[in-house]
């Protein structure tokens, strides 16, 4: 994440460096991949946030487990997005992309041209031929791309030309509405808006928006925090201000919003919320924690049963430090969802009141568009779920 900096006065000076220290720490978390700290995402118009038909066409879920399918360790894989059991999109540094068209027996990998030396932390698809990617840093690093032949070409949408921005993730509601979330600046959120597929950008209004905490922002740890539903639904999640943790909600396509601070603390730059999932309109989780601190245990789940007006502690995840992202498994017989980290994953079966370890291998980003089709991706590559 990188929060606000000041323009002209020295207290601008000061919440630089410390958002610097932010991505510093990120960095160092993410070891061999020498990625930099951001923001958040969400899904597209086979939305992230699934049905909420619990238990349809299951029965039982065994054990978990995952299975490598891309053992790329340059990659550095943190964008991740399932269309079907078939088709899936991942993204990470060095401007790569890859996808799956059969369910992962084979993957293409390409770096988008003239973003070999970018990070892309979020990507929203829409079919094995249609998708978005965006990258994050400040000023001219953060862009947005997208294709509409599987890869092969791809045109840049957006480019940002703001100094004081850091986009860190997007989300579609569909193919010609979307929103891409800025760290805050001088108290104020930067979000942009698209109603005609990405041909144009627009800010808007900050007043339509509560105002920002000083170095309130978004941590680019797994492209998911920000969500958005069919309706115009739509949440993005806060972190970094050292004062408090917030959702902020809409129900009218981004032209208002409100808040509600979660029980999620953040008592510095490096901590907050890292991640958002719906299961539907009314039922979601965020999860955070403090990614300078790895073997801190803290309230790392909080949980909403009425589209994030409210938000109460959950289960403690175990993993220690942030957690990086989390999903919901659709048509599990129980409210189930894994979530992920450094540390390894978790599962929970009772809608994020309890949670068991599935393994410690390093994963970033996690998607579930049904329990048979569920991917992670990380450090260590690509990998997708199995039940045993």
């Given amino acids: 994440m990188r929060s606000s900096r000041s323009r002209r006065d020295r207290s601008s000076a000061r919440r630089t460096r410390a958002m610097r220290g932010a991505h510093a720490a990120l960095a160092v978390a993410l070891g061999a991949l020498g990625a930099i700290a951001a923001g958040c995402g969400a899904p597209a118009n086979a939305d992230r946030s699934s049905p909420s038909e619990v238990g349809a066409g299951q029965t039982s879920l065994g054990q978990p487990m995952w299975e490598t399918q891309l053992a790329d360790t340059s990659g550095g894989f943190i964008g991740l997005f399932v269309v079907d059991s078939s088709t899936v999109w991942a993204a990470g540094r060095g401007g790569r992309v890859a996808h799956t068209r059969d369910g992962g027996a084979t993957w293409s990998v390409d770096a988008v041209p003239g973003a070999e030396a970018l990070q892309f932390r979020d990507v929203h698809a829409f079919s094995a031929t249609e998708a978005w990617v965006l ?166 789940v909080a949980l909403t049963t009425d589209g994030g007006a409210t938000w109460r502690v959950g289960g403690p995840t175990g993993l220690g430090g942030a957690v990086y992202g989390v999903s919901w498994v659709p048509g599990a017989p129980t409210p189930t969802m894994m979530a992920v980290s450094p540390a390894g994953s978790v599962l929970s079966r009772d809608g994020g009141e309890s949670w068991a370890r599935v393994d410690s291998v390093n994963a970033w980003a996690v998607d579930f568009r049904s329990a048979d089709a569920g991917w992670s991706v990380g450090p260590a590559g690509i990998r997708r779920t199995q039940w045993r």
């Fill in 135 to 300: 990258s994050i840093g400040a000023g001219g690093d953060s862009g947005i791309w997208s294709t509409r032949d599987g890869g092969s070409t791809w045109t840049s949408s957006f480019r940002n030309e703001d100094p004081d921005a850091f986009y860190d993730c997007f989300s579609f509601w569909d193919r010609d509405r979307a929103l891409a979330l800025s760290d805050s600046h001088d108290g104020e959120f930067k979000l942009l808006s698209t109603m005609d597929g990405g041909k144009t950008w627009h800010r808007l209004d900050p007043a339509t928006l509560p105002a920002a905490r000083p170095r309130e922002g978004a941590f680019a740890s797994s492209g998911t925090c920000v969500v958005t539903r069919p309706g115009g639904l739509g949440w993005f999640v806060t972190g970094s201000s050292g004062v408090d943790t917030r959702v902020m909600r809409t129900s009218d396509y981004g032209a208002h919003w409100a808040e509600a601070v979660t029980p999620i603390a953040s008592p510095n730059g490096t901590s907050g919320i890292f991640s958002l999932a719906f299961l539907d309109d009314t039922l979601g989780v965020v999860v955070g924690g403090d990614l300078s601190a790895a073997d801190a245990q803290t309230d790392d």
